[in-house]
């Protein structure tokens, strides 16, 4: 159980565009997803917080503009990367929490993203 | 300081042997504490989840929480070449808070 799903796995774009990855729960209800981002030989980085059907909660220096976040479903959220520059080149990771009971957060298998 | 600290190894341990990880904190009121394994290029998964001090025990896996000491620890038993991840210690204050990580430790088991 506890499964997360995370699509793409890999995303390769040019700069300027925009990119979409979706984070969903597949076998559970998540009233809590979140999303990290994780350079390389370092620890997870919290992005933001996304709460079901309520604006997500960013991270100082986070810019929001930059990494729309949405949850419209208690089994979807998505990150959308605007305008993508070279620097945004990074492994994107969302996790979600169980709405029931506390649990710990269950992480997607990650996107890679490249811009070039 | 940061709020949980973990040596980032390499651990190189031989086929067989004890892996033994640890991580120390400061913020006494972490109360939910997990360990999770991560392959390169893939998310973390999650092997270990505790909330009390004391040890819980999975298969090869081992976990201790000593809170008097902000300390705690995983014991990989019998370790194989496929156990070579990473190894991140979490925890948590509450419920609904953010989780802490440490900077993880890559752990070779060689064969």
């Known amino acids: 159980g506890a499964v997360v799903s995370q699509h793409p796995s890999r995303v390769i774009c040019k700069s300027g565009t925009s990119v979409k990855i979706e984070c969903r729960s597949l076998?559970?209800?998540?009233?809590?997803m979140f999303w990290y981002r994780q350079f390389p030989k370092q620890s997870l980085m919290l992005m933001a917080t996304s709460n079901e059907g309520s604006k997500a909660t960013y991270e100082q220096g986070v810019e929001k503009d930059k990494f729309l976040i949405n949850h419209a479903s208690l089994t979807l959220s998505t990150l959308t990367v605007t305008s993508a520059h070279p620097e945004d080149s990074s492994f994107y990771i969302c996790?979600?929490?169980?709405?029931?009971?506390?649990?710990?957060?269950?992480f997607g298998d990650g996107t890679r993203l490249s811009i070039l | 300081q940061k709020e949980v600290e973990q040596d980032p190894g390499p651990l190189s341990v031989p086929e067989g042997a004890i892996v033994s990880l640890n991580c120390t904190y400061s913020n006494s009121a972490f109360q939910y504490f997990m360990w999770y394994r991560q392959y390169s290029r893939k998310g973390p998964e999650l092997l270990m989840y505790t909330y009390s001090s004391g040890n819980k025990e999975d298969g090869r896996f081992t976990a201790q929480v000593d809170k008097s000491s902000k300390y705690i620890s995983l014991f990989i038993r019998d370790s194989q070449p496929s156990d070579s991840a990473t190894y991140l210690c979490?925890?948590?204050?509450?419920?609904?808070?953010?989780?802490?990580f440490g900077a993880g430790t890559q752990v070779v088991v060689t064969p």
């Open positions: 979490a925890m948590i204050e509450d419920s609904w808070g953010k989780l802490q």
């Open positions: 076998d559970f209800q998540a009233t809590t």
């Open positions: 996790s979600a929490r169980d709405r029931d009971t506390y649990q710990p957060q269950h």
